[in-house]
RNA sequence: GGUCGGCUAGCUCAGUUGGUUAGAGCGCUCGGUUCACAUCCGAGAGGUCAGGGGUUCAAGUCCCUUGCCGACCACCA
């Protein structure tokens, strides 16, 4: 073994050196052709625009954690990563880095933005891939995805065509979210809603014919011309007399038919709505129910554009506004009735921040209800899961109200359509012009055999080719040994926000076109706050960097507060504290394993289960294999329960609370012996090494380099633990348990807790002058031990007593039945004596136990409580109060005789 | 507006089907130079479980309600 062990585990100096070792060795790679049953992971592709931060790390730490777990049991496991182009945000990304420069990409042309794209994609990229590796994903980087690869491409063209051919992508004008600065449109989950607070304004229009007039409220006045109605609410009897009648557009001029149309609120402003069917979803579908015309005043660069009223080219939200304008005019005019303070939602662009224009615009769409129905039956019928599970709801009802998609965005990067028209005329899939889908790149029109084509200019949102990801990734719509063998995948770990965006998009797809669902089981993670609550990100600049803290504290303890706050599924404030808890918990390991190692130099260890058999441990080693066995349960079903938070917390408080605090301590005696070959020494060194080997395999997916480094102090082979793959090196159950010797080693403790604390007042040098002797008092379960010989030795020494037959006491301290009565010390003098600190001791031990008994004795005394409640507890009940009356009669004597 | 989540020790959080005296880590106080570890060891203080009401023999846990905080969804101009 190597001994060459230092005091401290120091993660900076080794992690990075470990992990090329594996990355050298290739065990990160799948194997398709492996017999061992099958567990893969796709990454989620983190977008190319900037470094990860926490976030990402607990996510892909959680992932990290199952994919080593699946493979310490034995699964051929593959993890596929990849990045995202991230068509709109890695656009407004380098937009904002040009404008930073005094440049634009208009300035650069397309090829000169695209070198600057491909530029960035490499370096960030690589940046990416370097903060995942440093975090110690084992990763099948031999897979490394992107979006953009040809492969992908292909397979992005391909599903797109697939669905244009069976109808499901249509082109039509429709209203759609504009944003004026990317000049695109985005899908209605990119608009981001912020609380503006604005006026609303209330305009008169007159009837036509000059009978009454109607006043609508808007905070938008500067749309009205392009209104085409106004719309009243049919059971409002105000308007009744309106309806059908023509009002007149106030400056314009125009008339407009008076609908009646149950959306209007009549509680709301007058009860009366100016409809532009041109700017707003709302009234454009009013305008679909009433055959209302389609006006524009509003370009794609935002300026107003009118037919009837040309204001010089305005945008409408510079000053002085064309909203001003409008308004002036009205009052000028006195159409302007009044304005109020108004507050409500205006939509912006999550991307840049732009407000969202909505116009009247040609845009490609995807049909939903074909897709959606079957994506809503897998997670109906439990096919797909969601943890936790309440996100399943949050699914399904946002499936219940899908509209089309709309999948084209007017950048410059991204999928390009593969729509091609030949030249025969211009437009779009317009009369006589001949528009198809093609994967391949065509050579002439299939209809006129014209040779002369060219493709749609528009690109895909970005979330359709993140929809393919779990299987276009694997080689799709080729066959390919890894669909057969990894597809579907087994678990997604993802964060909240993209449910919508990613995940039911990626279920929708896979159904599609593998006719399987993607994946089975979604892990939701916890959304990683600052320490004030605030959601970590970018523009807001309360970010950590992961490799920040793996600088402080390490991969490891990075992964285990990951592992520990992820899936609770609360959000979480960031606590760095935490972090450096962990830190030093691998320390404790790193320690402990060099004890551990030290005492089993030279000894021939045998089997921990061999020697119980044997009869060759004692109780201290049953014990320790006892309580192992409830941690490998627990463990285990703590990680097949998706709850690693609950693992990685049973795993410390087990290794630092019982086996080193406890076990290590009792078995230094053993350990000292100078002979190898002695029995206590071969068995309680046996047992440790199984312990420490049994807690690194467990805490290898949790934080794989201290698990390693001392796995291959352990094993002299120097193969790494994860490429064990002849059989699992997941630690099973000896079926030692025993929960009879877990109660008496806990009245054992106690013993010791309470002598050392009568004996608290001495300096250790005099404690050992302290006798100690133990006298039973009353009998109780689990006191057994403690009044055997090795109890009485062995709470001596844990206490660091001398044992004794009797002593005059100075000190008692009861426990669980029975007395330990420690001597005065020697030369009682400075400082206290026993007596002193165990008065204290004592009255505190007297008051919780008269408290106890009163509480108890109150209890038993409601007839009701008798009654009713189950017996096991009511004899429950009967049995603590007994125990608390012995405990009592003898603290009393105890007391009055001190 | 709708839906969902949260409010437990100074801080960050656990708390399974209701059942002894509600836990952990950090922080704090006191005490520790023994050969695994001061990144440590031992002891301790600290909570009317957001407020109110109800169900029950018994409520942090179930129900109603109020108040904050947060997320998501949403077509009220």
New binding site residues.
């Given amino acids: 073994m190597d001994m060459d062990m230092d005091?401290?585990?120091?993660p900076q100096e080794v992690e990075q050196r470990m992990y090329r070792e594996w990355e050298a060795a290739g065990l990160f790679t799948a194997d398709p052709k492996s017999r061992r049953p099958k567990f893969s992971v796709v990454m989620p592709p983190p977008n190319v625009t900037g470094e990860l931060h926490l976030g990402h790390a607990t996510n892909d730490t959680v992932q990290d954690i199952y994919v080593r777990y699946k493979r310490l049991r034995g699964y051929e496991v593959l993890w596929l990563p990849g990045t995202d182009h991230a068509a709109i945000a890695t656009q407004n990304v380098l937009e904002k880095r040009l404008a930073a420069e005094g440049r634009t990409k208009e300035q650069l042309g397309r090829a000169g933005f695209e070198k600057v794209v491909e530029e960035w994609y490499a370096q960030v990229g690589a940046r990416i891939v370097d903060q995942l590796k440093r975090l110690g994903y084992i990763a099948d980087w031999s897979r490394l995805r992107f979006t953009m690869d040809d492969a992908y491409v292909r397979a992005v063209r391909e599903a797109f065509v697939r669905l244009y051919d069976d109808g499901l992508i249509y082109r039509g004008p429709r209203i759609v979210n504009w944003c004026p600065r990317c000049q695109s449109s985005i899908s209605?989950?990119e608009v981001d809603?912020r609380e503006h607070m604005d006026t609303?304004y209330y305009i008169r229009y007159d009837m036509a014919d000059g009978d009454g007039a109607l006043t609508?409220?808007?905070?938008?006045p500067e749309t009205m011309l392009a209104d085409t109605g106004v719309a009243v609410?049919p059971d409002d009897e105000r308007y009744r007399r309106f309806v059908g009648r023509m009002a007149r557009l106030p400056i314009v001029g125009r008339e407009l038919p008076v609908v009646a149309d149950a959306?209007?609120?009549?509680?709301?402003?007058?009860?009366?709505?100016?409809v532009t069917p041109g700017h707003?979803?709302?009234d454009y579908?009013i305008g679909q129910r009433h055959g209302l015309e389609i006006l524009t005043c509003i370009d794609k660069a935002g300026n107003i554009v009118s037919d009837e009223w040309v204001p010089d080219e305005l945008r409408t939200r510079d000053a002085p506004t064309a909203r001003d304008r409008v308004v002036e005019m009205l009052r000028d005019r006195e159409h302007l009735v009044r304005t109020e303070p108004?507050a409500?939602?205006v939509g912006h662009c999550d991307r840049c921040g732009e407000v969202i224009e909505p116009l009247i615009d040609e845009q490609w769409w995807c049909a939903m209800p074909e897709l959606r129905d079957p994506a809503v039956k897998v997670v109906e019928d439990g096919r797909v899961e969601f943890v936790p599970r309440?996100y399943t709801?949050?699914y399904l009802?946002?499936m219940a109200?899908l509209?089309d998609w709309n999948v084209s965005r007017q950048l410059w990067l991204g999928h390009r359509i593969p729509i091609y028209y030949c030249d025969n005329a211009a437009g779009h899939d317009g009369a006589g012009v001949h528009a198809w889908a093609s994967v391949d790149e065509p050579e002439a029109c299939p209809v006129c055999g014209k040779v002369k084509t060219r493709q749609d200019p528009d690109v895909l949102d970005t979330w359709f080719s993140s929809a393919l990801w779990p299987f276009a990734t694997m080689g799709w719509p080729a066959p390919s040994e890894d669909l057969d063998a990894f597809f579907p995948t087994a678990m997604l770990g993802t964060a909240?926000?993209i449910?919508?965006l990613w995940v039911a998009r990626m279920i929708m797809t896979s159904l599609r076109f593998m006719g399987d669902i993607p994946f089975s089981t979604v892990l939701i993670n916890?959304?990683i706050?600052d320490?004030h609550?605030q959601?970590m990100s970018k523009s807001k600049g309360n970010g950590v960097d992961p490799l920040e803290m793996i600088d402080k504290y390490g991969a490891d303890a990075v992964r285990a507060w990951a592992a520990?706050?992820a899936l609770?599924?609360?959000?979480?404030?960031?606590?760095e504290?935490?972090i450096?808890?962990y830190?030093?918990?691998?320390?404790?390991i790193?320690?402990?394993s060099?004890?551990v190692l030290?005492a089993a130099e030279g000894v021939v260890t045998r089997p921990a289960a061999e020697l119980a058999a044997a009869g060759a441990l004692t109780p201290f080693d049953r014990w320790i294999l006892s309580r192992l066995d409830a941690l490998i349960d627990e463990v285990t079903g703590a990680l097949d329960g998706w709850d690693p938070?609950?693992a990685i917390?049973a795993i410390?408080?087990f290794a630092?609370?019982e086996f080193?605090?406890?076990y290590?301590?009792a078995a230094?005696p053993a350990?000292?012996a100078e002979d190898a070959a002695d029995p206590a020494r071969v068995a309680s060194s046996s047992v440790a090494v199984h312990v420490v080997r049994s807690l690194v395999v467990m805490l290898n997916p949790f934080t794989p380099f201290i698990s390693e480094a001392v796995w291959q102090r352990l094993d002299a082979g120097g193969e790494p633990l994860i490429a064990r793959r002849a059989e699992s090196p997941w630690p099973v159950s000896l079926g030692l348990r025993d929960e009879g010797l877990e109660t008496e080693m806990t009245v054992l403790f106690d013993a010791?807790?309470a002598v050392?604390?009568a004996a608290?007042g001495l300096?250790?040098s005099r404690r050992q002058d302290l006798g100690m002797a133990v006298r039973r008092v009353a009998a109780l379960p689990g006191q057994e031990l403690l009044e055997s010989d090795f109890g009485r030795a062995a709470l001596a020494r844990l206490a660091?007593v001398q044992p004794a037959e009797s002593v005059d006491a100075a000190a008692t301290v009861v426990v669980s039945g029975l007395e330990v009565r420690l001597s005065a010390p020697v030369a009682a003098g400075e400082g206290g004596g026993a007596g002193q600190t165990d008065r204290t001791?004592m009255e505190?031990q007297l008051e919780?136990?008269k408290?106890?008994i009163v509480?108890?004795e109150a209890?038993l005394a409601?007839d009701?409580?008798v009654?009713?409640?189950?017996p096991e507890?009511v004899q429950?009940?009967r049995d603590?109060l007994q125990t608390?009356r012995d405990r009592l009669v003898i603290l009393e004597e105890a007391f009055t005789s001190a």
Avoid: C, M
């Fill in positions: 005091k401290a585990w120091r209605d989950l809603w609303l609508v409220a808007t905070v938008r609410n959306y209007v609120k009549q509680d709301f402003g007058t009860g009366a709505l100016k707003d979803p709302n579908e108004y409500h939602e309440r709801k949050v009802d946002w109200g509209r909240r926000e449910i919508f916890a959304v706050q320490r609550g959601r520990e706050v609770r599924g609360q959000d979480v404030r960031f606590d504290a935490k450096e808890g830190k030093n918990f691998a320390n404790k790193w320690n402990a060099r004890l030290g938070g609950t917390e410390r408080r630092w609370d080193a605090d406890w290590l301590e230094k350990f000292h010791v807790k050392r604390e608290g300096r250790s660091g001791g505190r919780q136990t408290a106890k509480a108890l209890r409601n009701d409580f009654a009713k409640a189950r507890v429950q009940a603590d608390a």
